[in-house]
């Protein structure tokens, strides 16, 4: 499962990295062309917004696999270790659940709605805009499942080197 993880990783670090160096030089075209060229370009604009869109979910879904969001311990800090690990898998089941819930079903009844309307520059489907959505959704209730076998497997780690120093 952690090649299978780490996989993933580097299938979302290309995507948001390859994301960003398109959304540079699409901000550098959009600035040469009105300040340079006196002739600004009608698609920059829009095509930056959906790639913040883009880059933001993808991010996000990142972020949640590496454990690294944003998060407030004042009371996981004072809790012991064993009510501390139950209280992150408590966290992440929330992880699953909203995903799930908001991100995956309600993103994909957001793309089915979106699909017959088109983007006014780019000339695109606005369910393609909407599909980081779900697609996001899917990437953190994978990583979810993953923290909290994780958060497991670490509990059991303990217990057995507790077990070790017994004897």
Known sequence: MRYVKKSV???IEFLTCALFLV???V???QVLSRFILKNPSTF???LLRYSLIWLAMLA???VVGRSEHIAITYLRDRLDEDSAKKLDIVIQAFFLLFSATVMVYGGAKAVSLTMAQISPALHLPMGYVYLA???SGVFILFYSVINIQEIKNRKKKVIII???KAC
């Open 9 to 11: 990783d580097r299938v």
């Open 44 to 46: 920059t604009e829009e």
């Open 27 to 29: 901000a550098s075209w």
């Open 133 to 135: 959505l779900p697609l």
């Open 162 to 164: 507790e077990e070790k």
């Open 60 to 62: 996000t879904a990142y």
């Open 23 to 25: 959304m540079i030089a």
